[in-house]
């Protein structure tokens, strides 16, 4: 496309945004004409915003959210007593605020329009944090439960995946994981009761990661237990090594 092709585009967007403005994913507020294409909240719901990037646990991604900007990464204490099964893990933002809002619109709602739009917050940081990964890289979803499914008409950790790995240039794989067993709901479990209800549910398909790297990706990581299961079913498959991408990171202690 070229640059007059380029400027036309633009000046179509503009016009649509005029007369079916965008709306913030967190409060519904009218966004109007956004000055950056990629733009998913308004400037006050924007503000509750806590990148990834900050001090955290290099392995497993949780984000301090009150230590001093300085303070070197380091490892978790959970992480130093029980390394992760994984490479490293990083969340594109802390689980909070409007983007705990804008999640759950898109999941519970569900809204699919908001879709593209937090898959760009997750492409950007993607982007940023995974310069070194593999060129045989695959991207693999968590998979949808028939329940979900049903419920939303499509599979979040799917549609993340899938636009990160158009964005990073590498495969998409949403057969590479399946369930061998569907887990029941996880509400009000605390970490080791997920851990145990996680425990063997997943199957990795030999053919499609054997001797790959994986990039596997969810909407949110709260004590990490999909993941973990995941990266165990991946290796045991025969992938070469796991590394997790997650658009929400549960801060803290509560991982």
Request: include cysteine.
């Amino acid at each position: 496309m070229g640059a007059s092709q380029r400027g036309m585009v633009a000046l179509i967007n503009a016009f649509l945004e005029l007369l079916y403005p965008s709306h913030c994913a967190a409060c519904g507020l009218a966004l109007g004409v956004p000055t950056d294409a990629r733009r998913a909240f308004c400037a006050v719901c924007a503000d509750t915003l806590v990148p990834g990037d900050g001090t955290s646990c290099p392995l497993c991604g949780v984000m301090w959210l009150d230590a001093p900007v300085d303070v070197p990464a380091h490892p978790c204490g959970r992480c130093q007593a029980e390394p992760p099964p994984w490479i490293a893990a990083r969340g594109a933002y802390a689980y909070g605020g409007a983007l705990q809002d804008a999640i759950a619109r898109w999941k519970n709602q569900p809204d699919e329009s908001l879709g593209p739009r937090l898959a760009q917050l997750l492409c950007d940081a993607a982007a940023r944090t995974w310069v070194d990964l593999p060129a045989d890289a695959r991207i693999v979803p968590i998979p949808a439960t028939r329940a979900g499914l049903a419920r939303r008409g499509f599979n979040p950790a799917g549609m993340l995946a899938r636009r990160l790995a158009r964005r990073l240039d590498r495969r998409f794989e949403p057969r590479a994981l399946r369930f061998r067993h569907e887990p029941e709901k996880s509400r009000g479990l605390g970490r080791r009761q997920r851990e145990r209800r996680m425990r063997g549910v997943f199957d990795g398909h030999t053919e499609l990661v054997a001797g790959r790297s994986v990039l596997l990706v969810d909407d949110v990581m709260t004590t990490g237990a999909t993941v973990r299961s995941a990266t165990q079913a991946l290796l045991r498959a025969g992938a070469r090594g796991v590394r997790i991408a997650v658009l929400a990171r549960v801060p803290g202690d509560a991982r």
